[in-house]
């Protein structure tokens, strides 16, 4: 059939005849042209049919984007397929970073630093120190700074050996850059050389190799294999966190005279309080420059720092208080960007340095940051198993106290901030097998061995464990009234919980009964009898006066501050009546709802004694070693005062002298109110309670 046959023509192996030639082209040029032809914007989007009525017209409208009465587009451009040309990129990169660097070197060939400023740049170490008050470095700033090589001289080696102080023979140079009294940065000149001689690459023989024995903080298989020299970055780019994890200089953040004062100042006031560093090692490594060679470590420092300036009175610095916030933000943020990028492996040091940063952030009244920053701290010291005693095998000895020592410090703080600001507890008593600190000064903790502590000489550590057996009773108080508030006990198991409150009454009530002469209270009245004096205007009026001068008066004396144990009893006998309230309130819940009421007069002669022994603490105890504790101990006093204060309002039985106690209590509040106010760096707020009582910041 010719028919069958036609149709089948285009499929046969024969090529097509002459006569059809010009069909079958015109049939392919039709074809290519409906393949060339681009949907517009409109149909593209709506997935129809883009109907031009002449394809090869690039700014003829389609028939539905005229029915529409749209604008007919073509800006869509069809994307590449396949995964992205990461290699091209990368040169793309790096290109526009060698254009950048070429543009900043020309830059500053056209401006060169002039002979007079080099000159007035190299000041004295007393001169930047002074110049504190005025002028504070970004260490953002220096670290986004072209770096360049540096050649300085010979840095002498760690007692402690460090994984860090060998990557100088393995890896170029890092740059540092040296600020001019907290401004522009320059390299210092060496060898009569000016900043602007080209750099001479450094000799790794000049660094002498590490001694074979302990370190203090031991950074288990740190390297710097992804912490090499890096390239210029262009303006417009994000570093990476790797960037900001090199060795720095002190002097990078302020002048080193000035850092070596406020480490000076914290052995001096904050040590007592808060012992997580050893302070012979710790002063060691500082002096032989280990920040220079161990980025942590220089984030330890920088921590160390910020937290001291916001714990100790300003007139303790020769600084302006606008100077001491700037600084201690600049320190918070080096230590910040260095840390970040150091999580892996995790060490006892990132515990202290984010202790460090929750200390800060409380004083700074950032209370969401604190609790981010304690909630790494925690976690990091649970991945250690530092509340496992187990996890301690194999460690030297200071290693073993430094991580005790903040385990419990972080303890503490995880029940205060569960009191006073109603959090969950996330370090349990049950859950911990770790033992306390020796009852050691520094100086007799080697890496191998514990030297006898000399005889009659009370350890400063004591005090973290006293107030560490506190804070533990005070977590046994706290886990049994949540657990009775989720399921509250009937009958037996009524009388058995109350039974376990009243032991625990009495076991905080004896807490202090053994403690080291050092630390026991010399009562200044008897607990029975409140003297007029400890009110009126006359006391609050001298009381004032005696807390500004601690603040300002560069002159004033400072035996009672820098008495540490003074310092420990304020907060280690406030907090006693803290925990002593808790429970005391607790056990009066449970007898009212055994019994079905209770004595009200038995209850208002029991808050009248807390009340007259917080008052006693407070008046037998120096206001400086108080003012020392910082807004920590005025939050706890604060707490009870506004409980008690509530209770003495409504009851209709409370004795008057009940309320004479509670009212002096309350005026004795607005002097440590005035203690917290003078810690707040920022001029525009104050410490003052809100209407509920309860602290403004942290815990």
């Not at 515990?351 to 701290?377: K, L, S």
């Not at 464990?465 to 508030?485: Q, T, W």
Request: glycine share 4%; with cysteine.
């Amino acid at each position: 059939m010719p028919s069958a046959r036609t149709k089948k023509e285009p499929n046969s192996p024969t090529p097509p005849s002459d006569d059809a030639s010009p069909k079958d082209s015109s049939e392919n040029s039709k074809i290519k042209r409906k393949r060339q032809s681009q949907s517009c914007d409109a149909c593209r989007a709506r997935k129809v049919r883009c109907a031009r009525e002449n394809p090869d017209d690039p700014k003829g409208s389609c028939k539905h984007c005229i029915t529409l009465g749209i604008p007919c587009t073509y800006d869509y451009q069809p994307k590449k397929r396949g995964p992205p040309n990461l290699y091209l990129r990368r040169l793309q990169e790096a290109a526009a970073a060698a254009a950048a660097a070429q543009q900043e070197n020309q830059n500053g060939t056209e401006h060169p630093q002039s002979p007079g400023a080099t000159s007035q740049s190299a000041a004295s170490p007393t001169q930047s120190a002074l110049s504190t008050s005025s002028q504070v470095s970004s260490f953002l700033d220096s670290s986004l700074s072209p770096v360049q090589s540096m050649h300085s001289a010979a840095l002498p080696p760690s007692r402690y050996p460090i994984a860090a102080d060998g990557f100088h023979s393995q890896f170029p140079p890092l740059s540092m850059s040296v600020p001019n009294s907290f401004g522009n940065s320059r390299l210092p000149e060496t060898h009569g050389l000016s900043s602007r001689s080209p750099p001479r690459s450094e000799d790794p023989s000049q660094y002498g190799s590490p001694s074979d024995q302990f370190s203090t903080y031991p950074l288990h298989n740190w390297s710097y294999k992804q912490h090499q020299a890096l390239s210029i970055l262009p303006p417009s780019a994000i570093p990476p966190l790797s960037y900001y994890y090199r060795p720095h200089r002190l002097e990078d953040v302020a002048p080193r005279d000035t850092i070596l004062l406020i480490i000076a100042l914290f052995f001096d006031f904050v040590y007592p309080l808060t012992p997580c560093v050893h302070k012979p090692s710790f002063m060691a490594d500082v002096h032989s420059r280990r920040e220079e060679r161990d980025p942590l470590f220089f984030a330890l420092v920088m921590s160390t720092v910020a937290s001291t300036l916001v714990q100790v009175p300003r007139s303790y610095l020769p600084m302006e208080r606008h100077a001491v916030r700037k600084l201690a933000q600049t320190c918070h943020e080096a230590s910040r960007h260095i840390s970040v990028a150091s999580y892996d492996p995790p060490t006892s040091m990132h515990v202290v340095i984010r202790y460090f940063d929750c200390v800060y952030h409380f004083c700074e009244g950032h209370d969401a940051t604190q609790h981010a920053a304690f909630g790494e701290a925690a976690h990091i010291a649970v991945t250690l198993r530092m509340h496992e005693e187990s996890s301690y095998e194999g460690l030297d000895l200071i290693e073993c106290e430094v991580r005790r020592r903040t385990f419990w410090l972080l303890f503490g703080a995880d029940k205060s901030m569960s009191i006073l600001l109603g959090r969950p507890i996330c370090l349990r008593d049950e859950d911990t097998t770790c033992n306390f600190p020796r009852e050691l000064d520094d100086e007799y903790i080697t890496p191998s061995a514990y030297l006898p502590q000399p005889h009659g000489k009370t350890a400063i550590v004591s005090g973290l464990n006293y107030i560490s057996r506190i804070f533990a009773l005070l977590g046994e108080i706290l886990v049994r009234i949540r657990v009775d508030k989720r399921s509250p006990p009937q009958g037996q198991f009524l009388t058995a919980r109350l039974e376990e409150v009243q032991a625990l009454h009495s076991r905080i009530v004896s807490a202090l009964a053994h403690a080291p002469e050092p630390l026991r209270l010399k009562p200044a009245h008897s607990q029975s009898h409140i003297p007029p004096e400890f009110g009126g205007a006359g006391f609050r009026q001298a009381a004032f006066t005696e807390v500004k001068d601690f603040f300002d008066n560069p002159n004033a004396s400072r035996a009672n501050a820098l008495n540490p144990f003074l310092v420990m009893q304020a907060n280690l006998y406030v907090t006693q009546q803290l925990v002593r309230f808790v429970i005391e309130q607790y056990r009066d819940e449970l007898i009212t709802s055994l019994q079905g009421s209770i004595d009200e007069h038995r209850v208002a002669e029991d808050r009248e004694a807390v009340a007259s022994d917080l008052l006693n603490i407070l008046h037998s105890i120096p206001i400086q070693s108080i003012a020392t504790n910082g807004p920590s101990l005025v939050h706890k006093v604060r707490f009870v005062a506004s409980t008690l204060l509530d209770a003495v309002r409504k009851a209709e039985t409370a004795p008057a002298s009940a309320a004479r106690a509670h009212a002096y209590l309350w005026d004795f509040l607005s002097i440590l109110s005035e203690i917290e106010r003078n810690y707040l760096l920022d001029d525009d707020r104050d410490g003052t309670p809100n209407d509920s009582g309860m602290p403004l910041m942290g815990n």
